[in-house]
């Protein structure tokens, strides 16, 4: 479906607030916000399979993505899908196994290995994602806006090497330290794949992207710089930032990051994520206007009372400050555990509390 067929936007204030323009409160979504905290999230998971099953199936997808939106209050949906599509693309084996995460059958080790890799061509090889991406922005009608996304480089390459989660990211920093050109040609394909997977989003449908680098915290100052943001700058250099005659915001958001904010500002985001243990007075303050702050609220907080999450909301608003370019969201997805009915607490507080920053 061309672009200019989708319903127009009703609700703007995410869009608006990336931008830091004016907003009447203060946008919010969640991370992983469809997902296995929700019954019905569960319910559609048993019915699709895998959970790959459920991401490469349209209307499933779909479906999910649009479940929290009919709880809560939301400036923003997010596509349904995984961080790992690009190297599944790639021929890896991706699958998952019940309390261990993700896994690949053919880690990516050699410098044989890296060779064999092509970019991915996202038309051939990830259609399932694109046409998500269309039917959802058909079935949300101009709700609200629908994010696209993708995992950084650096951490679809802690999977390909580690073979799957890692606690210490051992095989990839050896291959970081010893041969260093090996993981430069490794993160040069992914991040010619990312670009190429983010712009079909956006031609798609996608009004705005999210880079999830989940383990760039685990890097050393200089090795973040180098392996991690070098590529995310890449790609958000090589990203359609117009489409339809309106701004295509992009938010960058690495986990463990906050020493680094200074630098991430300087990459061409539109704003940055935080995670919960960044300050988020003091990360406005260091990024002065620059770039819109995306977060942070611990998400173990969603484990307390309602009265007790509506204190942090508070806190965290007050912290934040008068003026725009603050999307609320936690410090990194909402877990399994959460009662939805505290997450509907927090997005009520946010609703009720924030107005007041925006007058």
């Avoid at 009703?10 to 946008?27: E, H, Y």
């Avoid at 760039?216 to 991690?228: K, V």
């Avoid at 243990?277 to 307390?304: C, E, F, K, M, S």
């Avoid at 508070?314 to 999307?327: K, M, P, T, Y």
Wanted: glycine fraction near 8%; charge should be negative; hydrophobic fraction near 40%.
């Amino acid at each position: 479906m061309p672009e200019n067929q989708f319903a127009p936007l009703q609700n703007d204030r995410f869009l608006r607030a990336l931008l830091r323009q004016p907003v009447d409160r203060t946008p919010m979504w969640m991370m992983r916000q469809a997902g296995r905290y929700l019954p019905e999230y569960r319910a559609t998971r048993a019915k699709a399979g895998t959970f790959m099953d459920l991401c490469r199936n349209t209307e499933l997808a779909c479906e999910v993505t649009l479940q929290p939106l009919e709880r809560y209050p939301l400036d923003a949906a997010i596509l349904f899908s995984d961080i790992l599509t690009i190297p599944d693309a790639m021929g890896l084996g991706l699958y998952f196994e019940e309390g261990e995460g993700p896994k690949f059958r053919k880690p990516v080790r050699t410098s044989a290995d890296i060779a064999a890799l092509e970019v991915v061509n996202t038309a051939r090889d990830l259609d399932y994602v694109t046409n998500a991406v269309t039917t959802i922005r058909r079935e949300l009608n101009g709700r609200v806006p629908l994010i696209g996304f993708s995992g950084s480089p650096w951490t679809l390459a802690t999977y390909m090497v580690e073979g799957g989660s890692s606690r210490d990211f051992a095989r990839i920093k050896e291959m970081l330290y010893n041969r260093p050109e090996d993981l430069h040609q490794l993160l040069t394909v992914l991040a010619d794949s990312v670009i190429d997977y983010l712009n079909a989003q956006i031609r798609a449908g996608a009004q705005a992207v999210q880079i999830f680098d989940t383990w760039g915290g685990a890097l050393s100052h200089r090795a973040y710089q180098e392996f991690s943001l070098q590529y995310m700058a890449r790609i958000l250099q090589g990203l359609i930032r117009e489409h339809d005659g309106r701004r295509v915001p992009a938010i960058l958001f690495t986990k463990g990051g906050g020493q680094w904010l200074e630098l991430m500002a300087d990459a061409g985001a539109d704003a940055l994520g935080l995670d919960w243990t960044t300050d988020i007075a003091r990360a406005r303050a260091r990024v002065g206007d620059r770039v819109a702050l995306q977060g942070n609220l611990d998400p173990a907080i969603l484990l307390a009372n309602p009265a007790r999450i509506r204190e942090e909301v508070a806190r965290l608003l007050e912290d934040f400050g008068r003026g725009s370019g603050h999307i609320f969201n936690l410090g990194h997805g909402v877990t399994p555990q959460v009662d939805p009915a505290h997450a509907g607490a927090m997005f009520e507080a946010v609703a009720e509390l924030s107005p007041q920053y925006h007058r």
